[in-house]
């Protein structure tokens, strides 16, 4: 399901909206429309006036976590990182790069723009309503004042919430660096993923006592924590392999003709759980046990393989690095990508189990 759609180009970067995105905006605006000053604007004139105020203000916040994330991705971009896109969602903006720099300090740099422009924009807003008001007397009782002013501080506050030393905040990056200069980079990331969790687990205490809010935030923050790590782990250890040295090499092709029935047969004999589905020489499709789950019963003598196979088969050369199979199956979320030589015909298959197994080698041998 495509869950976000584009609403323009910046840097050349594609920038989205997740649908999560349009289900916080009115959250936010009717947040603001229900406070009183310094909060919000519900002791406006009128009420239309208050919502207008309150869903403007909304949009130029999120204007504001758009300019946080083209800070990491100005900085990104400059140390040649592709960004692939930036969307708007629930939690805030997230730039989706090609691939984060291991250069300790290049990181430092990218994880340190977005919370420093937040700041800046936040001081700005500050200054500037108080020369204003230093000029203008009548000026500190403006709506423009009220908006400027909840601008100024909500920046604040995420450029330093941001710098809280946990994953997946930006501050999580920076310990990363710091570690990564001294250290290993999966070392680095396991020092900085534990911080985060002490961190949460401060948070979440914090929480029961003081705000039910923050044990929320705590439980996320810890989960980002434990994930990059496991991420992180898994990516550096398979960047030391090729997919020609983890991949399954005699590929069993199935004919697009084979009846689901006598597929079933043929995958339990061969006990392999996914097969390229080959017409001659010509590649047509893969095709999965999890295919054959979704067919009745009584429709698998019917059917046949090119009904239930998957067309549009990814795959990837044979001297790439493992890692990069690994993040074409997180990000397609499949199982299993077909191996191609450089004249494009099919040399090996590599699963999610393939790469298991090389990580599970890579271990044995530390
Ligand atoms: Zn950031």
Known sequence: MNTSFQIGTILGIPIKLHITFLLILPVFALVFATNPAPFGFQDQSSPLINYLLSFTTTIFLFLCVLLHELGHSYIAQRYGVEIKDITLMLIGGVSSMEEIPRNPSQELKIAFAGPLVSLVIGFTLFIVNFLIASLIVSYASTSIYLMFNILGSINIVLGLFNLLPAFPMDGGRLLRAWYAKRMNYIQATHYAASVGK????????????????????????????????????????????????????????????????????????????????????????????????????????????????????????????????????????????LVVDSTGSVVGILSRTDLMRAMMFYNEQL
């Open 198 to 337: 002490i961190f949460a687990f401060i948070m979440g205490v914090f929480g029961l006592f003081y705000n039910p809010w923050l044990i929320l935030i705590a439980f996320f923050v810890y989960i980002g924590a434990s994930e990059e790590d496991k991420a992180t782990t898994v990516t550096v250890t398979l960047e030391k392999y090729l997919v020609s040295d983890v991949m399954t090499r005699d590929v069993i092709s199935v004919s697009p003709y084979m009846s689901i029935e006598n597929l079933l047969q043929f995958m339990l004999e061969h006990k392999h759980m996914g097969y390229p589905v080959m017409e001659g020489d010509s590649l047509k499709g893969i095709v999965t046990l999890t295919d054959v789950h979704k067919v009745p019963p009584l429709e698998r003598a019917v059917l046949q393989v090119r009904d239930i196979m998957t067309t549009d088969v990814i795959s990837l050369p044979v001297n790439a690095k493992a890692s990069e199979a690994f993040k074409l199956m997180v990000s397609n979320n499949i199982g299993r990508l």
